[in-house]
């Protein structure tokens, strides 16, 4: 396979790096460059953005199948640049965000307590597992069944504010399960 060679492939950005199986195929993009573990490929931007397009980071472990559309004949346009630093930050992220979903789920966290992990963590980043506890900003400890009375930590508004976000959380969930039954 030659860089600049569109392709349609089956594979996953991150999550296939960081380990995780692909969840599902991929669209058409341009290979922008390909060695034997990863392949470097360029999607129209999922942002619906014109002159933008997501740049992907394939496990090419996890690729089960490449349909070549048509070789390229003429010379790829050169690369944009891409700020490296931010790229490594924002795997590194992802890569946390993963270790902790796993020792959620290694520590037998129930499923709704690892979806409100994930409602606070998208508001508060100073989130983490303590065993089975939810600790938000080191001073709100959410124990399990994770409802708002399993809300513990000095009254203030770090508590108050993890309070709201936990009554929204299953407020959401509620709203959830009434559309898909009707």
């Not at 999550?15 to 922008?32: K, V």
């Not at 394939?58 to 790829?76: A, F, H, K, M």
């Not at 790229?87 to 966290?109: D, F, M, P, W």
Request: net charge negative; hydrophobic share 30%; proline share 6%.
């Amino acid at each position: 396979m030659q860089v600049g060679e569109p392709a349609s492939k089956e594979a996953h950005s991150c999550s296939g790096l960081l380990g995780a199986a692909p969840p599902e195929p991929l669209d058409t993009g341009t290979c922008l460059h390909e060695d034997m573990l990863t392949r470097l490929e360029e999607c129209p931007s999922s942002s619906g953005k014109p002159n933008h397009a997501d740049i992907l980071l394939i496990n090419l472990q996890y690729v089960s199948e490449v349909e070549i559309i048509n070789d390229r004949t003429e010379t790829p346009p050169p690369l944009a640049s891409l700020n490296v630093s931010k790229l490594a930050s924002k795997a590194r992220t992802e890569k946390e965000e993963k270790l902790s979903q796993a020792y959620a789920i290694s520590a037998g966290v129930s499923l709704e307590g690892q979806q409100l992990f994930q409602t606070i963590h998208k508001t508060i980043k100073d989130c983490k597992w303590q065993e089975k506890n939810i600790v938000v900003m080191e001073e709100v400890v959410i124990t399990p069944p994770y409802q708002v009375e399993n809300c513990k930590g000095k009254e203030g508004s770090a508590l108050s504010h993890v309070r709201k976000i936990v009554e929204k959380h299953f407020r959401d969930v509620e709203s959830q399960k009434i559309l898909q039954r009707s």
